[in-house]
């Protein structure tokens, strides 16, 4: 991957100006440390900055920002376009070297709709034409690059890193950079900062899909004037064995694509246990990676082994501990372009840190439990939604004395799993009778979302992708395009690749696949989720070709938090979180006592993880 930096003005920049640009974009060469460029066009009113991860093409073939066309049109992106032959070959009847030389020549061709709606692989575009006097910027469907804008009266600023764009942007209107509240309490309560919001005021992030086309003869803002989403066919409900297999091999194979070696990571789950078995059919070679606890509860190593020592690859077990997580931790901290939200960044960005000594690609299973319906709350909605008389018990019997009892023991019939059954159920009986969609969604992605006043809820909310804010018939179907459309690029894959950029590594999934995607679509939840088991489809995919291999309940990339609380305590000034929870009781005192409250009860550190994530980050960019 990459990251870049871009401006587009008004009126000519200032020597000084493009020199304190150069300056601030800096920071963003974390994302691209092999080479890096810059472009300052004849008029001197676009200036780009580009660093680079140099994973397709030869040096020459991929520099950037890439200029044509007599020095009219100009490109940065970050990302990987891994059908970009095929693009090629389907639009410009022409072979390409690198995926930035295919995608410059496809944008000059004026059909970006068609090329983008085409594309397999993450990307975030900055695209100009100066004939034609407008600026393209473009979001991958699923999210998985960020790309971040600041509209002013006489620039646009656009870039990778909000922190870079916030400075610069801050820069040319001569005042502070100032912190937006409600992505603040968004943060501490769901977990995540969902597009379009970002953590400053006058930066926008993008949404998943979306294209913007800005007018830069004047600047003056058209707004979305065409947009990509995750693509939703009708659904046939027919399941084709041999068709999934076509269609996620091919999406293996595409992101084996690179001119350096790959490798996949394991976790011993079904997701990336999908991608290593689908590799190893198509006789790809590849070495396997899993990190390891020894001896604690979240060592996930030993089935990752099992599986790997079952399609004979080389597996390679990188063991850690608390103290090497907390110390990842606190550096990541400091340097992080946000604060850090999931306590998992940092198992997976401690494996990224040792595997990037010796690859600069890896794989993942990221996308599969979304695609395929692998969370409990899905099955929940699924059997609520088809069973009425069952879902008329569970709303009445909680109301009369003794009725959790009897209805726990019902539920134990059932054979849906008894974690937390109760309060899940409560959730998606909520959801089935269109009770305040938007508290009643994020309590299914954050138990800490009671935080959020409902007015707060409701605005995030409605800011979120309108394509599946229409809940329509299938309760199950609903919720896994909203986590799809929110979760997965908001929270999910911002910790891919924070965890991945940090050390100049990119990671890829073969689950984030439009093809894929229709699929499972056309699968629909009855076959997803038949028989009430989740990820059926992939289920099936491995007992085809490894009969009758039993999974382990899956652990994750967890970190094991209340074994790090006490260093992290010991090693974090106390007065940073006290300044943190003054500055937030400055803005919103109800939500500062709907915090404090839940801290104080000591139970939920994975709040208190966030607050001290929050209050370092703050710290080390000056707002405390």
């Known amino acids: ?28 060469s974390v994302r691209g440390p092999d080479s890096e460029g810059e472009y300052v066009n004849e008029s001197q009113k676009i200036w780009l900055k580009h660093f680079r991860l140099s994973i397709i093409g030869t040096p020459e073939q991929g ?41 410059h020549k496809l944008l000059d061709s004026d059909d970006v709709f068609s090329v983008l709606d085409a594309t397999d692989g993450p990307y975030a575009i900055g695209y100009t034409n100066e004939e034609k006097n407008k600026l393209i910027l473009a979001r991958d469907r699923f999210g998985e690059k960020p790309l971040y804008v600041s509209y002013l009266e006489s620039y646009v600023v656009f870039g990778s890193h909000q922190c870079e764009v916030a400075n610069v942007s801050s820069f040319l209107r001569h005042d502070k950079v100032s912190l937006n509240n409600i992505a603040i309490k968004s943060f501490l309560s769901l977990g995540m900062i969902a597009s379009p919001l970002s953590i400053f005021n006058n930066v926008e992030k993008l949404l998943p899909g979306q294209i913007l086309t800005i007018d830069i003869s004047n600047n003056s803002y058209f707004g979305n004037v065409s947009s990509i989403k995750i693509p939703i066919k009708n659904k046939k409900n027919i399941y084709k064995e041999n068709e999934f297999d076509n269609i996620f091999h091919s999406s293996i194979s595409n ?23 689908g590799a190893k059919v198509q006789g790809i070679d590849f070495e396997t990676f899993t990190l390891g606890f020894p001896g604690s509860s979240f060592d996930e190593s030993i089935e990752a082994s099992r599986f790997a020592k079952k399609l004979k690859v080389k597996h390679n077990v990188v063991n850690s501990s608390p103290d090497a997580l907390v110390d990842f931790f606190l550096q990541q901290s400091s340097v992080s372009d946000f604060p850090i939200a999931d306590s998992s960044t940092l198992p997976l960005g401690l494996l990224c840190s040792n595997v990037s000594n010796h690859f600069k690609v890896a794989i993942s299973g990221d996308g599969g439990d979304e695609l395929f319906y692998g969370y409990n709350k899905y099955i929940y909605a699924r059997f609520l939604q088809n069973n009425y008389l069952f879902s008329f018990i569970c709303r009445t019997l909680p109301q009369i004395p003794g009725g959790l009892v009897t209805l726990t023991r019902l539920l134990n019939l059932t054979g849906i799993s008894k974690t937390n059954t109760i309060n899940k159920l409560e959730k998606m009986i909520s959801l089935a009778s269109n009770k305040s969609l938007h508290a009643n969604y994020f309590s299914t992605i954050s138990k800490d979302s009671f935080l959020l ?30 986590d799809i459309n929110v979760l997965l690029p908001e929270s999910l894959l911002v910790k891919s690749d924070s965890a991945s950029m940090s050390c100049g590594m990119e990671l890829r999934s073969p689950f984030l696949n439009k093809d894929l995607k229709f699929f499972s679509d056309d699968s629909g939840p009855q076959r997803n989720l038949e028989k009430l088991n989740g990820k059926h489809v992939l289920k099936r995919y491995i007992g085809r070709h490894i009969p009758a291999y039993n999974f382990m309940p899956k652990k994750g990339f967890g970190a094991p938090l209340t074994l790090m609380k006490v260093r992290i305590e010991n090693e974090l000034d106390r007065s940073l979180m006290d300044n943190t929870l003054t500055f937030i009781r400055e803005f919103d005192e109800e939500f500062y006592n709907r915090l404090l409250q839940s801290l104080l009860k000591d139970t939920n550190w994975l709040l208190s993880f966030r607050l001290h994530s929050l209050s370092i980050w703050l710290n080390k960019k000056g707002f405390l």
């Open 1 to 28: 991957m990459c990251g870049f930096m871009g401006i587009v003005s008004k009126n000519k920049f200032t020597i000084e100006q493009i020199d304190r640009f150069g300056k601030l974009a800096v920071p963003i």
């Open 63 to 103: 520099k950037q920002p890439s200029v044509k066309n007599d020095s009219t049109t100009s490109l940065v992106f970050n990302g990987e376009i891994y059908n970009y032959k095929k693009l090629s070959d389907d639009f410009l009847e022409e072979t390409s070297y690198s995926d930035t030389a295919a995608l």
């Open 255 to 277: 992101r084996f694509v690179a001119d350096t070696d790959v490798s996949i990571y394991l976790s011993g789950g079904i997701d990336s246990s999908c991608v290593a078995l």
């Open 453 to 482: 006043s409902d007015s707060d809820a409701l605005d995030i909310f409605n800011k979120l992708n309108k394509v599946v804010n229409d809940k329509g018939s299938h309760l199950s179907s609903w919720l896994r395009d909203m």
